[in-house]
Structures are given as structure tokens and as C-alpha cells.
């Protein structure tokens, strides 16, 4: 019929799609396809196989750690691959693995029914290979880059044809791991089932000075002396039991350069790992990704440039830095897909540490660097960060991505300079709040001539480009110490406010912000001309001491409350129009000097004037 509709959905080649037709899903597009798997310059293959014989009367016990014990009579029949590689670049992703999948299904066709416990052999019986081994050496600098789709720029490309015809292709995600010569990896593969392990898959990566890069900055986003991965990737036998992978990583002498971004795109990668064809309800296999990961020797920067403009992210003469830095480090985090299909996805993680020191790092423009006596300006001990992170992969009217973020410490000090509470609150804006997409001078500027544009000519309409966010946020802490220095730019002389406990809570969304802190009583006191190096140890010292030994306050509090509330504006700008704080003390009594009030008032406006500055 000539009257008929003709905008239906394309059902044809995509090759033949035309501006007349209706805009393919932006969730369909393979845009992160990249079929070149491997390049290299130089590689060997070596192959080997046993020829196994039959099993012994007389038979050698294996030890536990040897291996599995399945009566060989000793070692069992060994065949795997030996590659050799130099110069290589490896492209491996999502794509890439769900062709594998199909090629995987083909060649070795899935039974749905439960493995059976394989029986040990018996004298004069056949021995079994237990396993096929894969051994990867890198003979020279090799790439393994890893090309996924980015769901969360979905909205950047939704009113724009020309990417979403493919007649321009969108450029996908990547991480990049770059290894030096001497790094390994090796796989197992079982093929003997048994009741405690199923099928016991190992995998083993080793890696010489392994640095990452991104597609967020195409800069390092972690580089490490050396890096260790062992994972348990192995298979119930049940054919559709409950399935744990866990990736136990160990790094030495790590630096980590993170934006907000960054974790951004790891969320992308798990999401397109996770997607393809849906899997029949019949079939589903629930999936529990654990991943353990200690760190020796690290240091953590999170960059405070203002507005999060950043054109250099690895320039430390060109960016400012707040730094976490400390010996030794322990993050575990649990990924699950346990269901067929979820609305959302929940994940969780734990981060440890004995201490860490709190670092300003700036650039030799700034004034900080010429005129600050020392750039580490707090510590805490036994630091545990306790959280989850709930997402929505669709963006929806009613989605609300939350961050639950739980912090505990002991023996915490925070040397107050003005500047300082400044940047923590520069962290908050760059990592939580309204400036979490970094972005470059000439970018900013861009940005800020079309918002002015907007708002000569506004249009009324504001699309939802992100899901909302939904930020819970507590810290506490057991016996810490604020010193407000009595100098612009050192704390030889500052005054020191002790407490027991401090409870800080926060909740922060798109619409509000809503902050209470709670102080024990402060016990205040004049420290002049100390050692700056000893301040973070008398803290540590003075939180162990009795009531009896501890020093005479000349001003205490019994108690403070600090209540902060802001109401935001419409989107997108989201302005502040109404803000309240509320400062509630209990008793204060002073026996002191006029010294410590004079120290005290100069310790306070030193605070305002850096703040501002």
C-alpha cells in the first residue's frame, strides 16, 4: 500500500541503511571490533608432546604440591605450547573473545549434564595426561591492547546519524598494557575433574615493568617495577554450578595516576564482557569475578587541577597532585553476575592499609613548592575503606547510580593549611561532583563560550545524558589531631586541637548536599618551634598515653557539631541557591597565656587567607 508507513526498522544488510531509515540501536553497533589479533616481528612455537605408557606396579606417592595425584605412578604425561614473542602487539577484547566463544562451542561442544570425579588409575592401566600447559615468553617490548565499547558515551553519539549509521566509524575504549622483555604468561588447563577443585584452570602472568595506558588521556594510568597475576579460572562439576574466578595480583613499587574517568572505563569493560547474545534461561551459569590485590611501595595521585582541566596528566611541572602514599596496600573487590538479567549491578571492594602518608605535589610555578617546608601534610594508621558501587548500564528517568564509600583510621593528622582544605574540596568537585570529566584549556574554554551561548539563546530543553549519582559518604576516626600552623607556609609553631573520635557523614546528590561531623571533646594546646618531622609521631604517642600523663590543655571543647546543607538548581549547571552551616560547641574553657590567643588568632586568619588565595 502507497499510504503505508515506510519508517519501519531496517531488517536488511547494514550496508544498505540510509538516512531514510530508522537509526539502528547505539547497543547493537560493533564499533569496538577490531579482527587484527596479533602483529609481531619475530615468533617461535614449540610444540611437545609425551607418548604415555602404562601405569607402574611399583608406584612413586606425589607430593600436594606436585601436581594432582592420579596414579601415573609419579609425573604425569606432559603436552602443551611454547611461544617465544618479540615485538608484538596483542589485540584481545570483549569482540574478540565472544568469536572465541562461538569457535570454542564449535570445536568443543558444551554437555549439559555434571562432570564426574575422575577415578584413579590402576596398575597396567593407560597413564592420563592431566592437564595442557601454554607457556608465553616475551622475548622483547610487546603491547596487549584491549579494544571494548563505552556505553556510558552512548548520549555523546545519540543525535548524531553519521555515527550511528556507521557511515563514520566511533572510535571504541581501550586499555593498553605494555611489558618489557622477560615477562610470562602461562596457562593449565585440567583435564582431570575431581569433587574439591571441578576442572582446576590456572592461569599465570608475570610481568617485567608493566605500564597501562587508557583511552580516557592516552597516558600511564599505572606502571609498576614488577607485577605478578595468579587466578583460579576453573569450572564446577556441575555444568551449570555457581562459578568463582579469582585474580590474586601482587605489584611492587606501583605508581597509580587515577581520574574519575578512568573508573568509568573500567565499568565500560566489564559491561561489554558481560554483553553479547543473551544466554538462554535453561543455560545460564552464574559468574563471581574476586579480585585480591596487594601493592608494595605505592603512591596514588589524584590530580587537583581546578575545574579538572588537564592538558599534561603526567607533567608534575605543569599539574598539582594530591598524593596517597605508603608501603603496602590491599584492595579486594567482588563482580558478580549471578543473574540472567539485572537492571542493575552492584560491586563491591575493600581497601587496606597500615598507613599512608597525604602528599601535596606541585608544580615549581607554584608557590607552595618555592615556600612550603615539607609537601607531606597528614597521615592516617590502619586505614580501611569499606564500600560498593551500585550502577544502571541504561540511562533511565529513574536510574540513580550509588556510592557508598565507609572510611575508618587511627593516629590521623591533618596539618590545616588554608590551601589544603581547599584541594580536599577540589577533590571532592573533580571525583564526586560537578567537574568529574577532565578536560583540557582549549576544551574548557570551548565549553564555556557555547554555556554563555546557551544562555543568551536557552532552548528549554535539557536531554539526560548520565544517570544521577548518589554519593553516601562516612569517616571516622580514633584518637586525631588538626594543627592549624602559626605560619602561611610551615607548622613550627601551630596549635594542636586533640580529639578521641571524629564522625563525619555525608550525602551527596544531584539535587542536595547534606554534611554533619561530630567532634569528641578537643583538647588544645601552643606548640612552638617543634620539629615538623615529629608532629604525625606525637600524635601516635599522645593517643596511647593515660589521662593523667597527657599534657594540660589550655583550651578545651566539649564537643563541636558542624552542620552544612546546600540545595541545588536545575540541570544541567546545577547552581548552589541556598546554603546553610551550623557550628554548635559545647563549653569552652580557656586557662592558658596570652600567647596561645594570640597563636590562635593568627593560626585562624592564616587558615581564611590561604583558603581564598
Given at each position: 500500500?502507497?499510504?503505508?508507513?515506510?519508517?519501519?526498522?531496517?531488517?536488511?544488510?547494514?550496508?544498505?541503511?540510509?538516512?531514510?531509515?530508522?537509526?539502528?540501536?547505539?547497543?547493537?553497533?560493533?564499533?569496538?571490533?577490531?579482527?587484527?589479533?596479533?602483529?609481531?616481528?619475530?615468533?617461535?612455537?614449540?610444540?611437545?608432546?609425551?607418548?604415555?605408557?602404562?601405569?607402574?606396579?611399583?608406584?612413586?606417592?606425589?607430593?600436594?604440591?606436585?601436581?594432582?595425584?592420579?596414579?601415573?605412578?609419579?609425573?604425569?604425561?606432559?603436552?602443551?605450547?611454547?611461544?617465544?614473542?618479540?615485538?608484538?602487539?596483542?589485540?584481545?577484547?570483549?569482540?574478540?573473545?565472544?568469536?572465541?566463544?562461538?569457535?570454542?562451542?564449535?570445536?568443543?561442544?558444551?554437555?549439559?549434564?555434571?562432570?564426574?570425579?575422575?577415578?584413579?588409575?590402576?596398575?597396567?592401566?593407560?597413564?592420563?595426561?592431566?592437564?595442557?600447559?601454554?607457556?608465553?615468553?616475551?622475548?622483547?617490548?610487546?603491547?596487549?591492547?584491549?579494544?571494548?565499547?563505552?556505553?556510558?558515551?552512548?548520549?555523546?553519539?545519540?543525535?548524531?546519524?553519521?555515527?550511528?549509521?556507521?557511515?563514520?566509524?566511533?572510535?571504541?575504549?581501550?586499555?593498553?598494557?605494555?611489558?618489557?622483555?622477560?615477562?610470562?604468561?602461562?596457562?593449565?588447563?585440567?583435564?582431570?575433574?575431581?569433587?574439591?577443585?571441578?576442572?582446576?584452570?590456572?592461569?599465570?602472568?608475570?610481568?617485567?615493568?608493566?605500564?597501562?595506558?587508557?583511552?580516557?588521556?592516552?597516558?600511564?594510568?599505572?606502571?609498576?617495577?614488577?607485577?605478578?597475576?595468579?587466578?583460579?579460572?576453573?569450572?564446577?562439576?556441575?555444568?551449570?554450578?555457581?562459578?568463582?574466578?579469582?585474580?590474586?595480583n601482587n605489584s611492587y613499587d606501583a605508581d597509580i595516576f587515577l581520574l574519575r574517568e578512568h573508573i568509568t572505563l573500567c565499568i565500560d569493560l566489564f559491561d561489554d564482557f558481560g554483553s553479547g547474545d543473551p544466554t538462554p534461561y535453561e543455560l545460564f551459569r552464574p559468574f563471581h569475578y574476586k579480585i585480591f590485590w596487594n601493592i608494595t611501595n605505592y603512591a596514588i595521585y589524584l590530580n587537583i587541577n581546578q575545574r579538572n582541566i588537564v592538558n599534561n596528566p603526567l607533567d608534575f611541572s605543569e599539574n598539582t597532585y594530591l598524593s596517597f602514599q605508603g608501603t603496602n596496600l590491599s584492595l579486594d573487590v567482588h563482580v558478580p553476575f549471578d543473574t540472567i538479567f539485572r537492571k542493575s549491578n552492584t560491586i563491591d571492594y575493600k581497601l587496606k592499609t597500615s598507613y599512608f602518608d597525604l602528599v601535596l605535589d606541585s608544580p615549581p610555578w607554584h608557590t607552595c613548592n618555592n615556600?612550603?617546608?615539607?609537601?607531606?601534610?597528614?597521615?592516617?594508621?590502619?586505614?580501611?575503606?569499606?564500600?560498593?558501587?551500585?550502577?544502571?548500564?541504561?540511562?533511565?528517568?529513574?536510574?540513580?547510580?550509588?556510592?557508598?564509600?565507609?572510611?575508618?583510621?587511627?593516629?590521623?593528622?591533618?596539618?590545616?593549611?588554608?590551601?589544603?582544605?581547599?584541594?580536599?574540596?577540589?577533590?571532592?568537585?573533580?571525583?564526586?561532583?560537578?567537574?568529574?570529566?577532565?578536560?583540557?584549556?582549549?576544551?574548557?574554554?570551548?565549553?564555556?563560550?557555547?554555556?554563555?551561548?546557551?544562555?543568551?539563546?536557552?532552548?528549554?530543553?535539557?536531554?539526560?545524558?548520565?544517570?544521577?549519582?548518589?554519593?553516601?559518604?562516612?569517616?571516622?576516626?580514633?584518637?586525631?589531631?588538626?594543627?592549624?600552623?602559626?605560619?602561611?607556609?610551615?607548622?613550627?609553631?601551630?596549635?594542636?586541637?586533640?580529639?578521641?573520635?571524629?564522625?563525619?557523614?555525608?550525602?551527596?546528590?544531584?539535587?542536595?548536599?547534606?554534611?554533619?561531623?561530630?567532634?569528641?571533646?578537643?583538647?588544645?594546646?601552643?606548640?612552638?618551634?617543634?620539629?615538623?618531622?615529629?608532629?604525625?609521631?606525637?600524635?601516635?604517642?599522645?593517643?596511647?598515653?593515660?589521662?593523667?600523663?597527657?599534657?594540660?590543655?589550655?583550651?578545651?571543647?566539649?564537643?563541636?557539631?558542624?552542620?552544612?546543607?546546600?540545595?541545588?538548581?536545575?540541570?544541567?549547571?546545577?547552581?548552589?541557591?541556598?546554603?546553610?552551616?551550623?557550628?554548635?560547641?559545647?563549653?569552652?574553657?580557656?586557662?592558658?597565656?596570652?600567647?596561645?590567643?594570640?597563636?590562635?588568632?593568627?593560626?585562624?586568619?592564616?587558615?581564611?587567607?590561604?583558603?581564598?588565595?
Amino acid at each position: 500500500d502507497e499510504d503505508e508507513d515506510d519508517d519501519g526498522e531496517w531488517l536488511g544488510l547494514e550496508r544498505y541503511l540510509t538516512s531514510d531509515n530508522n537509526i539502528v540501536s547505539l547497543q547493537d553497533l560493533e564499533y569496538g571490533k577490531y579482527s587484527k589479533l596479533l602483529e609481531s616481528n619475530f615468533a617461535n612455537m614449540h610444540y611437545y608432546y609425551d607418548s604415555p605408557g602404562l601405569v607402574p606396579i611399583n608406584q612413586t606417592k606425589l607430593d600436594p604440591s606436585q601436581g594432582i595425584d592420579i596414579g601415573n605412578g609419579g609425573f604425569a604425561p606432559e603436552t602443551g605450547i611454547e611461544l617465544g614473542l618479540s615485538g608484538t602487539t596483542i589485540h584481545y577484547g570483549p569482540w574478540a573473545d565472544r568469536q572465541r566463544f562461538h569457535l570454542h562451542k564449535m570445536i568443543f561442544p558444551s554437555l549439559c549434564r555434571d562432570a564426574e570425579e575422575f577415578e584413579k588409575l590402576k596398575p597396567g592401566m593407560k597413564r592420563q595426561y592431566a592437564g595442557f600447559n601454554v607457556f608465553v615468553e616475551i622475548l622483547d617490548e610487546s603491547i596487549i591492547r584491549i579494544p571494548f565499547r563505552e556505553p556510558s558515551k552512548d548520549a555523546v553519539y545519540l543525535h548524531n546519524p553519521d555515527y550511528v549509521n556507521s557511515s563514520i566509524s566511533r572510535p571504541f575504549g581501550w586499555l593498553e598494557l605494555k611489558m618489557e622483555k622477560g615477562s610470562t604468561i602461562s596457562t593449565h588447563t585440567s583435564y582431570i575433574p575431581t569433587i574439591e577443585n571441578g576442572w582446576e584452570n590456572k592461569l599465570g602472568i608475570s610481568l617485567i615493568e608493566p605500564e597501562v595506558r587508557s583511552s580516557t588521556n592516552h597516558e600511564i594510568l599505572f606502571k609498576a617495577k614488577k607485577h605478578s597475576i595468579s587466578a583460579d579460572i576453573g569450572y564446577p562439576l556441575k555444568w551449570n554450578g555457581e562459578t568463582t574466578w579469582t585474580f590474586r595480583n601482587n605489584s611492587y613499587d606501583a605508581d597509580i595516576f587515577l581520574l574519575r574517568e578512568h573508573i568509568t572505563l573500567c565499568i565500560d569493560l566489564f559491561d561489554d564482557f558481560g554483553s553479547g547474545d543473551p544466554t538462554p534461561y535453561e543455560l545460564f551459569r552464574p559468574f563471581h569475578y574476586k579480585i585480591f590485590w596487594n601493592i608494595t611501595n605505592y603512591a596514588i595521585y589524584l590530580n587537583i587541577n581546578q575545574r579538572n582541566i588537564v592538558n599534561n596528566p603526567l607533567d608534575f611541572s605543569e599539574n598539582t597532585y594530591l598524593s596517597f602514599q605508603g608501603t603496602n596496600l590491599s584492595l579486594d573487590v567482588h563482580v558478580p553476575f549471578d543473574t540472567i538479567f539485572r537492571k542493575s549491578n552492584t560491586i563491591d571492594y575493600k581497601l587496606k592499609t597500615s598507613y599512608f602518608d597525604l602528599v601535596l605535589d606541585s608544580p615549581p610555578w607554584h608557590t607552595c613548592n618555592n615556600f612550603l617546608s615539607k609537601n607531606r601534610v597528614g597521615r592516617a594508621n590502619n586505614f580501611v575503606l569499606d564500600g560498593s558501587y551500585t550502577y544502571y548500564p541504561l540511562i533511565e528517568i529513574d536510574s540513580v547510580d550509588t556510592v557508598v564509600l565507609s572510611c575508618t583510621c587511627d593516629d590521623t593528622t591533618l596539618e590545616c593549611y588554608g590551601f589544603v582544605v581547599n584541594y580536599i574540596m577540589v577533590v571532592k568537585e573533580n571525583y564526586f561532583g560537578d567537574h568529574i570529566h577532565f578536560q583540557t584549556f582549549n576544551e574548557f574554554m570551548d565549553d564555556l563560550n557555547r554555556v554563555e551561548e546557551e544562555n543568551e539563546n536557552p532552548t528549554g530543553k535539557v536531554m539526560k545524558s548520565q544517570n544521577e549519582t548518589d554519593v553516601f559518604f562516612s569517616f571516622c576516626v580514633n584518637n586525631g589531631c588538626l594543627v592549624l600552623p602559626g605560619h602561611i607556609y610551615d607548622s613550627k609553631s601551630h596549635i594542636a586541637l586533640h580529639f578521641k573520635t571524629l564522625d563525619v557523614d555525608i550525602r551527596f546528590t544531584n539535587y542536595y548536599m547534606d554534611m554533619q561531623a561530630n567532634f569528641s571533646p578537643l583538647n588544645s594546646r601552643l606548640v612552638e618551634n617543634v620539629n615538623e618531622e615529629e608532629i604525625f609521631d606525637t600524635t601516635a604517642t599522645y593517643g596511647k598515653l593515660d589521662e593523667i600523663s597527657r599534657f594540660r590543655p589550655e583550651m578545651l571543647i566539649d564537643g563541636l557539631s558542624i552542620h552544612g546543607h546546600r540545595i541545588f538548581g536545575l540541570p544541567p549547571i546545577e547552581p548552589t541557591y541556598y546554603c546553610r552551616w551550623d557550628f554548635v560547641a559545647g563549653d569552652i574553657l580557656i586557662d592558658s597565656s596570652p600567647l596561645f590567643l594570640d597563636g590562635m588568632i593568627r593560626a585562624i586568619k592564616n587558615m581564611g587567607y590561604c583558603y581564598i588565595d
